[in-house]
Structures are given as structure tokens and as C-alpha cells.
């Protein structure tokens, strides 16, 4: 199978890909100026930075950062076949900030999912607008897994707990079926532990939150739409109107009524 490599106009995330079949081909000592990720399909080769040099086999994935001096090459007696992606901007740094991956750790070990057909995603990359995008959300999608199976330290940040809950929340406030129970699993740590970290970062427990969030959403449809009261409860997930006033007075000092009479947009 022949190499491929395919490249992106500035702007996008996505900055090229490509495909190495098992050969002899090295690369360095040199410098990039995006981030260039590297998925291991099969054999071994080596990575050398100022730092170390790292020995990289079948199933492990490296990365060179922009303007770190590399050289990596591959076993003479094994040569390593490879994918590659290559992206920069700053949401892929953000991404990238929350996998388990640094200058002086460059390489994650294999995992049980097998990335090869995430790379793949990419050989039909060209430079037409809609696959311009593509590229952008598979190197999102790519990370997220990577994410997944390799998060760093930062990822599992306290304030990122009660962050995903509030998110959860705001994603998920318009469904009358939706609990703290449910945002609890969403976020999988211990219910009391969650509930104190949200506290702390929201100032709210995690039920006065959502109540709080439907309220204030709901205060906006009134200024901005002409839903009837039934229809505004509904979407902000009360099936019963009656109740929703009763909860929206508690909150407003005002009947929906009252509040849209009185702040309405004209």
C-alpha cells in the first residue's frame, strides 16, 4: 500500500493526514509547527526528543508537539506501519490539554480500542469546503476518544465535576423526566461528593440549579415568544402549567402573566 498524505487551508483544525505502509522511512532530527499525532498499526520504531528516546510499538500512539526537536525512525528488524494527523488552533489545543499526553511524555501505551478506523476516516479528505469540516470534527472526534482512554490529570479536575453536571443540566433541563438522579450517573461519582463540589463552585445544590435554570429560561420565552403559558412549561419540563406558575411565582415574585405584561419586548 502507498503513502498518503492529504493537506488543509489555514483556518481549519485539521491540518493533514496521512498513511506510512512498513518501511525504512525515518524523519528528523527536525521541528513542526503543528501537532502531529501518530497511531502505531503494526511493528516498531523509536521516538527521540531532547528528553529520551521512547521505544513505540503495534496498538501505542505518540505525538510530536510544535517546535520540539524530534527524530523518529523505525526497528530495522521490525519497521513500524503508521497513521498521522495533523492539527493545530486553539480547540485543538484545548482538546489535547486533556489528554494524558506532554513534551516529556509523548507516547500513551495501547488501548482496548483499536484507532485505526478513526484514522482512517480521513483518506477520502479533500479540499472542498464540506470535507474541510469533516477533517475538523474527525480530529475532534479522534481526540475525544483519546480523551477517553488517556485523560489527564486536568480532565479529572474537582471544578470539572460539578462543570459537567452543570452542563448536563443545561443540555437537559427541557425534559420533565430528567432528576439529580440522572445527573449524578451522567457524571459518575459519588452522589454526596458531587453535591458538595457543586455547592461550592455554583453556589446552588444541583435540584435548586436545574430549578433555577428552567426559571430563568422560561423568563426568557416570555420577553421573547408568545407561547402560551402551557407550551412555555412544557418546554421548560413541566407537564403541568398549574405547578410551573406556582414554581415561577415562588422564584419571580410573579405570575408568567404578570411577567410577560411586564417585560416584554416592544
Known sequence: MKAMYYSFTEGSISKG?????ANLHAWGPGVRDVYALHYIVSGRGYLETSRATFPVQAGESFIIFPHMEVYYYPDPLDPW?????EFSGP??????????????????????QNFEPLFQLFKTSGTAPFERERADAGVQLLLSYYMEY???????????YASSAKEYIESNYWKSSVTVHDVVNYVKIERSYLFRLFKEANGQSVSGYLTAFRIQRACELLVHSELSVKSLAYSVGYQDPLYFSRVFKKATSFTPSEYRKGYSVT
Not at 493526514?17 to 505502509?21: C, E, H, L, S, T
Not at 506501519?81 to 494527523?85: G, M, N, R
Not at 488517556?150 to 470539572?160: E, H, I, M, T, V
Open 150 to 160: 488517556y485523560p489527564s490529570p486536568r480532565a479529572l479536575l474537582k471544578q470539572d
Open 81 to 85: 506501519e503508521y497513521y498521522w494527523i
Open 17 to 21: 493526514n496521512g498513511y506510512k505502509p
Open 91 to 112: 480547540e485543538a489545543s484545548r482538546l489535547l490539554s486533556m489528554i494524558n499526553l506532554a513534551p516529556d511524555q509523548p507516547v500513551v501505551e495501547a488501548s482496548p
